[in-house]
T-cell receptor
Framework: AQSVAQPEDQVNVAEGNPLTVKCTYSVSGNPYLFWYVQYPNRGLQFLLKYITGDNLVKGSYGFEAEFNKSQTSFHLKKPSALVSDSALYFCAVAKYNFNKFYFGSGTKLNVKP | ETGVTQSPTHLIKTRGQQVTLRCSSQSGHNTVSWYQQALGQGPQFIFQYYREEENGRGNFPPRFSGLQFPNYSSELNVNALELDDSALYLC?????????????????FGEGSWLTVV
């Protein structure tokens, strides 16, 4: 069975500091990994994806994520956090030829001035 | 703006009633997926429609049903509403069947429909 774990319900970081939001996954075969962000009362916005190739993926708004196959992780990172990055972040996995995403439970990122 | 529109944005229903939620997919997209996001949880896959046929279903009872129309818009119908059906219902639009041709930024989510069952 496919699953995604986001071990932290909440991450607090000061503006200007680096941030990391953790994600581990379990899927048979090669995974397709995604990060989405959700602002209050809004839908999901795509940030970045890993399909194949370079393990370091760069996405929208200065975010990046590193695929680590041995640790089955896909942590989201940003070198310098902004207050406007405060939102709910979801990691998701899809399996090739599978028709749906499995989402993690989400991590609330709080960036304080 | 993702080009995916959902209606209504908010609604309140009474337990036992029926509800229909609607989704207009992004122009050119032929696949629509529906997700339920309960408060404090990640979205859960309900089902997907590809070219008007169901193309996979999650762990939801039969009272959750759907349709996709020739213009690829879609409806989610829920019968015999229960209190636990209260959630944000998200529609996702994409091109192609499954994820074989997947590139994540072609999967666009709408803003969702908030359903409250009282």
């Amino acid at each position: 069975a496919q699953s995604v774990a986001q071990p932290e319900d909440q991450v607090n970081v000061a503006e200007g500091n680096p941030l990391t939001v953790k994600c581990t996954y379990s899927v048979s075969g090669n995974p397709y990994l995604f990060w989405y962000v959700q602002y209050p009362n809004r839908g999901l916005q795509f940030l970045l994806k890993y399909i194949t190739g370079d393990n370091l993926v760069k996405g929208s708004y200065g975010f990046e994520a590193e695929f680590n196959k041995s640790q089955t992780s896909f942590h989201l990172k940003k070198p310098s956090a902004l207050v406007s990055d405060s939102a709910l972040y979801f990691c998701a996995v899809a399996k090739y030829n599978f028709n749906k995403f499995y989402f993690g439970s989400g991590t609330k990122l709080n960036v304080k001035p | 703006e993702t080009g995916v529109t959902q209606s209504p944005t908010h609604l309140i229903k009474t337990r036992g009633q029926q509800v229909t939620l609607r989704c207009s997919s992004q122009s050119g997209h032929n696949t629509v997926s529906w997700y339920q996001q309960a408060l404090g949880q990640g979205p859960q896959f309900i089902f997907q429609y590809y070219r008007e046929e169901e193309n996979g279903r999650g762990n939801f009872p039969p009272r959750f049903s759907g349709l996709q129309f020739p213009n690829y818009s879609s409806e989610l119908n829920v019968n015999a509403l229960e209190l636990d059906d209260s959630a944000l219902y998200l529609c996702a639009s994409s091109l192609g069947r499954g994820t074989g041709s997947l590139s994540g930024n072609t999967i666009y989510f709408g803003e969702g429909s908030w359903l409250t069952v009282v």
